[in-house]
């Protein structure tokens, strides 16, 4: 599948079903939650992805606000575009999270959710991060740790085998719970650290149904694996599920952080 950052039109698509489930939309409530922006801020909405973000997020700060969404991929900007035209307060631009097209100290708070594990270079995103927010702005930049991923499977090996090549997919498949030094060194202070939890235990439409393909299409690709033992892996899942024995877990760690005045 090459850079998991990188997406054509049909996997834009397929990221934006993950997007809409409850899931999805609960890990955005709780992240504009910690973020609190206030009518008339200015917002950084970084790897913004399909535009729920912005747009969302466009609502809070209201007319008086502006959000800036960036995302490094045309085809997740076009559907961006498409949700966030009838708000005047959102732009959106291409750009990566360790080259932001922002000036500096520009903006009054920023969210940054499943982007800096995908980066090569974490150290060089938050100092970014540093240098667009204003003293005293404050940003909640979320990432997983995929040993949190708890998934009950028929063939347990199996499912450890494909869980072990999908680290792969990221540079960084552990960076939730290693990001605070991080942050830190790059001259942000941590206010907050919570988890923030996904369970599922069906597979209608939900974030672990939209996962699962996600992956699967994934391990077809993948040297160590392949078709074969990409759809065996599924096919588990799909008959664990027809039983109504589906069971998945999976942990996000969003640190809530602000740049010293």
Same mark, same amino acid.
Not at 19 to 39: F, G, H, K, N, S
Not at 62 to 91: F, K, W, Y
Not at 147 to 153: I, T
């Given at each position: 599948?090459?850079?998991?950052?990188?997406?054509?039109?049909?996997?834009?698509?397929?990221?934006?079903?993950?997007?809409?489930?409850?899931?999805?939309?609960?890990?955005?409530?709780?992240?504009?939650?910690?973020?609190?922006?206030?009518?008339?801020?200015? +917002?950084?909405?970084?790897?913004?992805?399909?535009?729920?973000?912005?747009?969302?997020?466009?609502?809070? +700060?209201?007319?008086?606000?502006?959000?800036?969404?960036?995302?490094?991929?045309?085809?997740?900007?076009?559907?961006?575009?498409?949700?966030?035209?009838?708000?005047?307060?959102?732009?959106?631009?291409?750009?990566?999270?360790?080259?932001?097209?922002?000036?500096?100290?520009?903006?009054?708070?920023?969210?940054?959710?499943?982007?800096?594990?995908?980066?090569?270079?974490?150290?060089?995103?938050?100092?970014?991060?540093?240098?667009?927010?204003?003293?005293?702005?404050?940003?909640?930049?979320?990432?997983?740790?995929?040993?949190?991923?708890?998934?009950?499977?028929?063939?347990?090996?199996?499912?450890?085998?494909?869980?072990?090549?999908?680290?792969?997919?990221?540079?960084?498949?552990?960076?939730?719970?290693?990001?605070?030094?991080?942050?830190?060194?790059?001259?942000?202070?941590?206010?907050? +650290?919570?988890?923030?939890?996904?369970?599922?235990?069906?597979?209608?439409?939900?974030?672990?149904?939209?996962?699962?393909?996600?992956?699967?299409?994934?391990?077809?690709?993948?040297?160590?694996?392949?078709?074969?033992?990409?759809?065996?892996?599924?096919?588990?899942?799909?008959?664990?599920?027809?039983?109504?024995?589906?069971?998945?877990?999976?942990?996000?760690?969003?640190?809530?952080?602000?740049?010293?005045?």
């Amino acid at each position: 599948m090459g850079d998991t950052l990188d997406y054509d039109e049909a996997e834009a698509r397929q990221e934006e079903a993950i997007y809409r489930t409850p899931a999805a939309a609960a890990r955005r409530e709780r992240v504009r939650d910690l973020l609190a922006p206030e009518p008339g801020d200015t +917002v950084l909405s970084v790897g913004c992805g399909p535009g729920f973000e912005p747009a969302e997020i466009g609502w809070a +700060v209201g007319n008086e606000g502006h959000v800036h969404g960036i995302d490094r991929s045309e085809p997740m900007l076009e559907l961006a575009r498409e949700r966030c035209a009838p708000l005047p307060q959102v732009t959106l631009s291409q750009g990566d999270a360790d080259g932001l097209p922002v000036a500096d100290e520009s903006v009054d708070g920023a969210v940054a959710v499943q982007v800096f594990e995908y980066l090569e270079t974490v150290a060089s995103a938050v100092s970014e991060l540093n240098r667009v927010l204003q003293p005293g702005g404050s940003a909640v930049v979320c990432d997983a740790d995929f040993a949190s991923l708890v998934w009950r499977s028929p063939d347990p090996e199996r499912m450890a085998h494909v869980l072990d090549a999908f680290d792969d997919h990221c540079p960084h498949p552990r960076l939730g719970s290693r990001l605070a030094p991080v942050l830190r060194e790059g001259g942000l202070a941590v206010n907050q +650290v919570e988890p923030n939890a996904i369970v599922n235990t069906s597979l209608d439409d939900t974030f672990a149904a939209h996962l699962m393909a996600f992956i699967e299409d994934y391990a077809a690709e993948h040297e160590v694996l392949g078709p074969t033992a990409a759809q065996a892996w599924a096919d588990d899942l799909r008959e664990q599920a027809a039983h109504g024995e589906t069971f998945f877990s999976f942990t996000q760690y969003c640190y809530l952080v602000h740049k010293p005045a």
